[in-house]
């Protein structure tokens, strides 16, 4: 991300699901403020605005769904984009929430990588100066739009799996995931994956990666997990 990262407020009264998505929202380099009430949030709104805001319908105090009409009333909160959680899967409650002025709504369960994806999205439109679209890390640089990886210029072919988890690993180079955290933030809680598999994808994207390079970017911490190396740059091609 370029310069200060975008700055997102979660309202949710779940203490499981906000500590779920502060971690998420936070390995994918956002700045994250959590309030549990919507009265509480209300306060918190007119003190500071947010980047994009994400609301529970169901809150104590106020209900999101008065709060995203709160704050489309006002005049410095009517352009914040605005992501809807609820358990209500019904469409008449889906038209409920988006003509209220939701940008968008998931409901519960959802997949982590998903509403992450939406997030990115949302953030695109509203700050497009401020959330990278590719993302370089030493000789590697990784284009979101085009989902193309590149090592010093020349192309590497990966799979949808290896891209994401590649993508992972460089919103917070140098930071070590265990494998659970790995799955959570990759293929997200709602699939039941072996962690086994971690092992398996990563080395398929250290091969990819590493074909015709002696320096290996990814950085295997024992007993830990998974982590790019910070000390990785520009590696000869060998002769």
């Known amino acids: ?64 769904i008065e709060l995203c009409r709160r704050l489309r009333a006002r005049a410095e909160t009517r352009q914040i984009p605005i992501i809807m959680l609820t358990a209500r899967g019904e469409e008449s409650e889906r038209v409920r929430g988006l003509s209220t002025g939701a940008d968008d709504y998931v409901v519960k369960p959802f997949s982590v990588p998903e509403l992450l994806a939406r997030v990115s999205a949302l953030l695109r439109r509203s700050l497009p100066e401020r959330v990278a679209d590719v993302l370089a890390f030493g000789a590697l640089a990784l284009d979101r739009e085009k989902k193309r990886v590149t090592r010093n210029g020349r192309a590497i072919d990966l799979g949808p799996t290896e891209f994401r988890l590649l993508e992972f690993l460089m919103e917070r180079p140098g930071r070590v995931f265990s494998r659970a955290q790995l799955l959570d933030g990759v293929w997200g809680r709602d699939v039941y994956v072996d962690e086994r598999t971690v092992d398996v994808h990563v080395g398929r994207l250290r091969k990819a990666l590493n074909r015709g390079y002696t320096d290996d970017p990814i950085r295997t911490v024992r007993g830990s997990g998974y982590a790019l190396n910070d000390k990785f740059g520009k590696a000869p091609v060998p002769s």
Do not use: C
């Open 1 to 64: 991300m370029n310069g200060t990262p975008p700055r997102i407020l979660i309202v949710e009264d779940e203490e499981a699901l906000t500590l779920l998505l502060r971690y998420n929202l936070e390995a994918a380099g956002y700045e994250v403020d959590t309030v549990a009430r919507g009265d509480d949030a209300d306060i918190r709104f007119r003190e500071q605005t947010p980047d994009l805001a994400i609301l529970d319908w169901m809150l104590p105090g106020l209900s999101g």
